[in-house]
């Protein structure tokens, strides 16, 4: 398995912490469009069983996060937001093919690597929310320790589709792009509390 080329520094956490109903408004939003997203690939990959089925158990994956956060919103007394732009994976999608197979490719690889950047964050929310003044900290530090694990898991779905559908070589050689592509996008944006904002 591979390893992301830009870590996520405490300053993400501490702005992540300092302003944590405004995150969770964002998380939500992230866990709606990842189910979407995964859901996508049914409709137009309809001739790839195996594709279909784990995409879709991604799907439910996701639309069950997106259900927990929304009864954390509901807990802290705040509403869904309206939908927002997400700069981080719509830059990611302009570096990628826009069709055929190599279409396939570069989203089952975006996929991975996003998963794996969620994956990061959530770990660090978990080991850093204990020692915060949000409430209640150790049940959100546990949410945020299971998100942690299945988004792990998520990115090797993603991955191991890809390697499924592709030769070896030509996967390496696009994570490999991804993975420097995707270290740029996070230098380039904001440091907000938001779960796909620079890595501070």
């Known amino acids: 398995m591979y390893k992301l080329r830009a870590d996520t520094s405490d300053d993400w956490v501490d702005c992540v912490l300092r302003e944590f109903d405004a995150f969770l ?27 279909i089925d784990t995409t879709l158990t991604l799907a439910e994956d996701e639309l069950a996060h997106f259900h927990k956060v929304f009864r954390w919103l509901r807990r802290r007394g705040l509403q869904l937001g309206p939908d927002r732009r997400e700069p981080y994976v719509n830059e990611l999608l ?66 191991e589709l890809a390697h499924h559908y592709f030769d070896a070589s030509h996967v390496e050689e696009r994570l490999d792009m991804w993975l420097d592509t995707e270290a740029a996008v996070l230098e380039s944006l904001p440091l907000e509390p938001r779960l796909f904002s620079g890595v501070g």
């Open 94 to 159: 302009e570096e990628a093919h826009s069709s055929g197979q190599r279409r396939l490719l570069d989203r089952l690889l975006i996929g991975s690597v996003t998963e794996y950047r969620g994956c990061e964050r959530f770990a660090l929310l978990a080991r850093h929310l204990p020692e915060s003044e949000v409430e209640p900290a150790d049940e959100l530090a546990e949410f945020y320790r299971q998100l942690a694990a299945d988004d792990s898991r998520h990115r090797t779905m993603y991955f």
């Open 25 to 51: 408004v964002d998380h939500a939003a992230c866990e709606r469009k990842a189910g979407a997203a995964a859901e996508h690939y049914a409709v137009r990959y309809h001739d790839k069983p195996q594709l």
